[in-house]
């Protein structure tokens, strides 16, 4: 029983290994990536690789409405997904509200879950483990995992998303500034471009 119960352990202290060399490499890739929704679909398909799940997603606030808009989504339409607006009582807003994690392994009993969702992307949520996305001590969003394959989520889970939803937090944040800078350069560049086609005219209507 001693040899069995050691084999287990060391199984265990191997997949952690594994799922923290994975974090390691994650960082490198969410550092080098600029498009943002290439970005997008790296982080959801990484931390449903990392807890075992069927899907995951990213929601975001939406500083307008003050509601949770999804981003990103595991295998979902993601101009049907843009128009969801997730309430901040529904267990993604309290994910966002109490900036802590939150283990839900029947989600089909809580009162908060948001079954609109489920009806307008055609997928039923059975189990959740959803983390916050911060910037600094700023929460921004949520990182969720949907439908653990195997058993139940657990705490560990929880912490692994927690570290990649740090990294992402980051990553999509610098990624946002830089789209935004490569769109205004493209605009100034349009401008630039307008004026060095009609500023020779200008000058001949005024002499």
Do not use: W
């Amino acid at each position: 029983m001693a040899i069995l119960g050691t084999s287990a352990s060391e199984k265990e202290l191997q997949r952690r290994v594994q799922r923290l060399t994975r974090l390691v490499e994650v960082s490198v890739t969410l550092n080098s990536t600029q498009q943002l929704a290439a970005l997008l679909q790296f982080i959801i398909s990484t931390a449903a690789e990392l807890v075992d799940s069927e899907a995951a997603s990213i929601l975001l606030l939406d500083e307008n409405t003050r509601a949770l808009k999804f981003a990103a989504a595991t295998g979902s339409d993601a101009a049907e997904l843009a128009r969801i607006a997730v309430p901040m009582e529904s267990i993604a807003g309290t994910i966002f509200r109490q900036n802590a994690p939150l283990i839900i392994n029947e989600v089909g009993r809580d009162p908060r879950h948001y079954r609109q969702v489920g009806q307008q992307v055609n997928f039923q949520t059975r189990s959740l483990a959803g983390v916050p996305m911060r910037i600094q001590d700023r929460v921004v969003g949520v990182l969720e995992a949907l439908n653990k394959r195997q058993g139940k989520f657990a705490e560990e889970d929880t912490v692994f998303l927690s570290i990649l939803a740090s990294q992402a937090a980051v990553a999509l944040h610098n990624a946002g500034l830089l789209e935004a800078l490569q769109q205004a350069n493209a605009e100034l560049g349009k401008t630039d471009k307008i004026k060095s086609v009609y500023g020779p005219f200008r000058k001949r209507g005024k002499s």
